[in-house]
């Protein structure tokens, strides 16, 4: 079990987290979470699986200040909303995931928000500042803009390439972090 007051248990359930996972100190992760291998939880980020569950998959890397949380279930919401992302995502600086569904190879732009119940296909770029608003669907493709966030264009062949690229990038930038003495 990991023992560290910044991943914690909530309610008896603690997050796991999959081999050479790195998570900065001042990240949080709480609750019903896991995530697959070679992940980066980057300074300040908040990953809160407190009532309802999270699944991250590999290599996806949580950049500094982002928020991931869920939606509980409720009269308003019945069932809720879990979060889950899918591998090879790249979530920017201050992004907001609540209760939505992110597929494979994403590029999350820095300050943009995805709400509750969307739904966001695989290789999909959403640009920095972009609100995708509640039970949208974003098609695979494409590239998102605008609050709220509109189709903009399809998605170039280097921008394919761009995923995996900056999904790789990011698991050799926390082999270094890990390098120098952490140990998540």
Same mark, same amino acid.
Request: net charge positive.
């Given at each position: !079990?990991?023992?560290?007051? @910044? ?31 070679? #992940?980066?939880?980057?300074? $300040? ?16 890397s949580v950049q500094d ?6 939606? +509980?279930?409720s009269d308003f919401n019945?069932?809720? $909303? ?13 992004? !907001?995931?609540?209760? #939505? ?17 969307a739904v966001v296909e @695989? ?7 972009? !609100? ?30 761009? $995923? ?12 270094? +972090? ?7």
């Amino acid at each position: !079990m990991i023992r560290r007051p @910044n991943i914690r248990a909530f309610q008896k359930t603690a997050p796991k987290l999959g081999e050479f996972v790195f998570v900065d100190r001042t990240a949080v992760i709480i609750g019903d979470v896991r995530m697959g291998e070679d #992940c980066s939880v980057w300074p $300040f980020a908040v990953i809160r699986g407190d009532m309802h569950h999270i699944r991250i998959g590999s290599r996806v890397s949580v950049q500094d200040g982002a928020v991931l949380h869920i939606t +509980h279930s409720s009269d308003f919401n019945p069932g809720g $909303f879990p979060l889950i992302i899918g591998d090879d995502v790249t979530i920017g600086h201050q992004a !907001m995931l609540h209760g #939505c569904t992110i597929g494979d190879r994403v590029l999350v732009g820095m300050k943009s928000m995805i709400m509750d119940g969307a739904v966001v296909e @695989n290789e999909v770029i959403i640009g920095a500042g972009a !609100m995708v608003p509640p039970g949208k669907k974003l098609e695979s493709g494409f590239v998102y803009m605008g609050s709220p966030a509109k189709k903009a264009r399809p998605i170039t062949e280097k921008e394919r390439k761009y $995923f995996t690229y900056t999904a790789e990038n990011y698991v050799k930038l926390k082999d270094k +972090h890990m390098a120098e003495g952490f140990d998540y």
